[in-house]
């Protein structure tokens, strides 16, 4: 059995693909700033290896979603990492906060795995494996459980 090679999640920047920088989204929200918690966790966690990462609050929905509420994303071809603006809230915990942004910062270092032509995933038993190594993980996923619908219509 050949070895296969580490695949890396980097992707190449399209200069036509960065509609991020047209919006004016910003990382200090009313309550948390997120350049100072990106900053802190890769210096904790990742070694300060996430470099030229610009997080921002996203932009609010006109409406509450019904059944689905997404935390955060990131977006490798721009090193844009998006947090819900619902989070910059006074009731929201800042170690919620930082185990949301520290999961998405996990998305940049732990490959993804392909499992067909069409198909990916992205949250692989060594991404949930890094996850569980947050300090503050069980309390976050049961906050999570306990306060979903704080967030839902």
Do not use: C
């Not at 998405?104 to 692989?124: A, F, G, I, Y």
């Amino acid at each position: 059995m050949g070895r296969r090679k580490k695949r890396t999640k980097r992707k190449l920047a399209l200069p036509n693909l960065p509609m991020q920088r047209q919006l004016n989204l910003r990382d200090e929200g009313t309550h948390f700033d997120l350049r100072a918690i990106f900053d802190d966790l890769n210096q904790r966690h990742f070694r300060k290896r996430l470099r030229g990462y610009k997080v921002v609050w996203g932009r609010r929905r006109k409406h509450r979603p019904r059944e689905q509420f997404v935390f955060g994303t990131i977006q490798e071809e721009d090193r844009m990492i998006r947090i819900n603006p619902a989070l910059d809230q006074p009731f929201v915990p800042l170690w919620f906060l930082r185990y949301v942004l520290y999961h998405e910062m996990l998305h940049s270092v732990v490959p993804d795995e392909t499992l067909s032509k069409n198909r990916r995933r992205v949250h692989t038993e060594e991404f949930n494996r890094r996850e569980r190594q947050f300090p503050d993980y069980r309390r976050a996923r049961r906050w999570e459980d306990e306060n979903l619908s704080r967030f839902l219509r």
